[in-house]
């Protein structure tokens, strides 16, 4: 893993570095711009990233659910299985030093100034996020939501540090991410009596009881299967490219994204800048076959 310094035990009058990005590679930036590439077009084909997959799961959507396992199994086999050598070769294309994968670490540190780079670039983004919400004339909830999202990936790494401190077994500082989660508590359902205790397997079935309850709550449950617009084979192909290109990337949408963008990860930039560029090719190239968007078709049809 590939450490990112952040403050650490400053009463003792030292600066730790804690964040060991362990959910991120350590390889190049070739995984993050081609496995970027592959989530983002994968997204697209299945409507969704690994967390929209598990809230809909709840929801009630079987389409969904079945998407979601074979990301989860297609993960599984890039991680750790007969898809792995073909994930370490693409990553070790192009291979870059540790201190470079700091956005924090390209600054130049103009008395002690550059700190406050992450602070400006998030008030920055509060801002612009401010103006789309007012534009949009999006409802309060949503702001508060929005919000409360945020607040989870800032908590996610602060508990995991401070645990990691404490505790006398190696955890690794980590936040919220769902591909990798998802297949170690998938493949605990099946090896294991007994679901170990980790970060990772927690959320996943938080999350997926939390979204059941307010559906439940919303009266929103409803089990929907494959409709005759909806296309079987672009969901599989969608599902693999997400699990093998979240492996190769490092995270998913949120984990990449999200949390790794939080913590100003160089890869995960990366990352999110190709999905961002394969989401919006595969939408474009659908669009024109298709004569609509399916990103608009699949915000009114989950």
């Known amino acids: ?21 362990g959910q991120f590679p350590t390889a190049g930036d070739t995984g993050a711009i081609i496995g970027g590439l592959m989530f983002g077009i994968g997204m697209i084909l299945a409507r969704g990233c690994a967390s929209r997959l598990l809230v809909l799961s709840a929801t009630g959507n079987l389409r969904a659910l079945l998407t979601g396992l074979i990301l989860t199994v297609v993960a599984q086999a ?8 073909v994930r370490e070769d693409i990553s070790s294309l192009w291979l ?15 008395a002690g100034l550059a700190i406050y780079a992450g602070l400006a670039m998030g008030a920055g ?10 534009h949009n004339r999006m409802s309060f909830a949503y702001l508060l939501t929005a919000l409360g999202v945020g607040a989870t990936i800032v908590l996610g790494w602060w508990f995991t540090a401070v645990l990691s401190e404490q505790s006398f ?19 605990a359902l099946i090896n294991q009596p007994q679901l170990p205790l980790s970060f990772g397997i927690g959320l996943v079935p938080g999350v997926f009881i939390g979204s059941l309850a307010s559906a439940l709550l919303a009266g929103e449950f409803k089990v929907q299967s494959f409709s005759e617009e909806a296309s079987l084979p672009g969901y599989i192909a969608g599902a693999a490219l997400m699990g093998f290109g979240s492996m190769l990337a490092g995270g998913c949408a949120v984990g990449d994204g999200v949390s790794g963008g939080a913590v100003l990860a160089m890869t995960s930039w990366i990352a999110l800048l190709a999905m961002w560029i394969g989401a919006g ?9 298709a004569g609509g ?3 608009r078709y699949s915000a009114a049809n989950t």
């Open 169 to 187: 077994d190696v955890i690794t500082v980590q936040s919220v991410s769902f591909t990798g989660p998802s297949t170690d508590t998938l493949m």
């Open 78 to 85: 890039s991680l750790r299985g007969v898809l792995a050598p």
């Open 96 to 110: 870059v030093g540790a201190g470079t994968r700091n956005m924090m670490g390209q600054l130049p540190d103009f």
């Open 125 to 134: 983004i509060i801002v612009v996020a401010l103006l789309f919400w007012q």
């Open 293 to 295: 968007s399916i990103l």
């Open 281 to 289: 090719l595969a939408d474009f190239a659908i669009n024109r076959k």
């Open 1 to 21: 893993t590939s450490p990112l310094p952040i403050e650490g035990d400053t009463m003792n009058g030292r600066s730790d570095s804690i964040c060991h990005l």
